[in-house]
């Protein structure tokens, strides 16, 4: 069931939503719906509980890229400080 929603956004904004959803064949309802729908989506794993934009980002690198990541910050350290 659709229930109607009013939300007061900077016309700006109203102007790029509207855009935006026409060059992809949706309306601005359906991408706040799906928007939403992701804050609003439970699951286990943490990274998803993340803005999708920070969830995408939180597997960007891991620790075997790095290496010992101790070792780098008392490096930096030595070299900031010496």
């Given at each position: 069931?659709?229930?109607?929603?009013?939300?007061?956004?900077?016309?700006?904004?109203?102007?790029?939503?509207?855009?935006?959803?026409?060059?992809?064949?949706?309306?601005?309802?359906?991408?706040?719906?799906?928007?939403?729908?992701?804050?609003?989506?439970?699951?286990?794993?943490?990274?998803?509980?993340?803005?999708?934009?920070?969830?995408?980002?939180?597997?960007?690198?891991?620790?075997?890229?790095?290496g010992d990541h101790k070792q780098l910050v008392q490096e930096a350290l030595v070299k900031k400080?010496?």
């Amino acid at each position: 069931m659709n229930t109607k929603l009013t939300l007061a956004l900077d016309s700006r904004i109203i102007e790029t939503a509207k855009r935006y959803a026409a060059a992809h064949h949706t309306s601005v309802s359906q991408l706040v719906e799906g928007y939403f729908s992701l804050l609003t989506k439970q699951t286990d794993n943490p990274a998803n509980k993340l803005p999708p934009i920070t969830a995408s980002l939180s597997n960007m690198v891991n620790e075997s890229s790095v290496g010992d990541h101790k070792q780098l910050v008392q490096e930096a350290l030595v070299k900031k400080y010496l």
